[in-house]
Every structure is written in structure tokens, then in C-alpha cells.
């Protein structure tokens, strides 16, 4: 067998398992309880504090977190998560003109 016949079996397995793993642990949703169960658990990490400031859906309050506007926090998130996901504009920008603000 060449080497790159077993890399691509050696991935498809590794795929295979790992699809097999996400289908046996995937929590199902329940109840509105377990949503805020989940929230919490996040909640107790950290996780939504470091990203989103103290108030995950009222927007982005910077890092170190400071006082800001409503409405800017709402577009400071909108820019932050376009950058985190990799979209560069043109120019360096990191917010792509196709998006309207």
C-alpha cells in the first residue's frame, strides 16, 4: 500500500471516529432547563465573560472590558466575530465592505 493510499484511510478513519464520538455525546435538547444549564456551565468557565463581557447578548465591551455606548458594543461584536472567523476585507480591514452597518 503507498503511503499516501494509507493517509487518506488513515483520515477517512479518524473522520469516521470522530463523527461517531460527536453522535454519542451530543447533548439533545430537553428542556429550556438544560439550555440554561448549559449557559450556566459556561457561564462558571468563564468562557462567555472573556468573550462577550458580562452580558453575552448585549454586545462586545473590549478586553480589558471598559463602558461603552449600547449600540457600538452591538457593532464592536459584530467586528470582533468576522475578525475571529478570518475575514479579511480589503485594505487590511478586517471587516468586509458586503456587510452593511
Known amino acids: 500500500m503507498s503511503i499516501l493510499a494509507f493517509f487518506v484511510v488513515f483520515r477517512l478513519l479518524l473522520l469516521l471516529g470522530s463523527l461517531m464520538v460527536y453522535l454519542l455525546t ?3 435538547y430537553q428542556s429550556s432547563a438544560s439550555v ?3 449557559y450556566d456551565a459556561w457561564t462558571q ?4 465573560e472573556f468573550y462577550w463581557g458580562e452580558h453575552i447578548h448585549l454586545g462586545h465591551y473590549g478586553s480589558p472590558p471598559y463602558r461603552k455606548d449600547f449600540l ?10 468576522v475578525c475571529w472567523g478570518g475575514l479579511d ?3 487590511g480591514n478586517c ?4 456587510l452593511p452597518l
Open 95 to 98: 471587516f468586509p465592505d458586503y
Open 89 to 91: 476585507g480589503p485594505g
Open 36 to 38: 440554561a444549564q448549559s
Open 45 to 48: 468557565d468563564g468562557i462567555l
Open 72 to 81: 457600538q458594543s452591538k457593532h464592536d461584536f459584530v467586528h470582533e466575530m
Open 26 to 28: 451530543a447533548h439533545k
